[in-house]
């Protein structure tokens, strides 16, 4: 059995093996780019506002002191 004295300059070798560092690096990557397309939003389209010219607001109609029914205000019995 391994004591940890003995286990440290192996684990200093499998580290340091450039295989091991790139598989490391590509797995690193690789789950930065999935979380980065589960996160992604498509921004709405902007669209331009178009200028429309507003019509002039139609004159308010006046009342005459002829015409009105019951809501006319007047005490009339």
Same mark, same amino acid.
């Given at each position: 059995?391994?004591?940890?004295?003995?286990?440290? /300059? @192996? +684990?200093?070798?499998?580290?340091?093996?450039?295989?091991?560092?790139?598989?490391? @690096?590509? @797995?690193? @990557?690789?789950?930065?780019?999935?979380?980065?397309?589960?996160?992604?939003?498509?921004? /709405?389209?902007?669209?331009?506002?178009?200028?429309? +010219?507003?019509?002039?607001?139609?004159?308010?109609? $006046?009342?005459?002191?002829?015409?009105?029914? $019951?809501?006319?205000?007047?005490? $009339?019995?």
């Amino acid at each position: 059995m391994m004591n940890t004295h003995d286990f440290l /300059p @192996v +684990i200093k070798a499998v580290l340091s093996d450039k295989r091991v560092i790139i598989t490391a @690096v590509i @797995v690193f @990557v690789f789950i930065d780019l999935c979380a980065y397309i589960v996160r992604y939003r498509k921004k /709405p389209k902007v669209t331009k506002a178009k200028k429309t +010219i507003a019509a002039p607001a139609p004159a308010p109609a $006046e009342k005459t002191d002829g015409e009105g029914g $019951e809501d006319a205000g007047g005490d $009339e019995e």
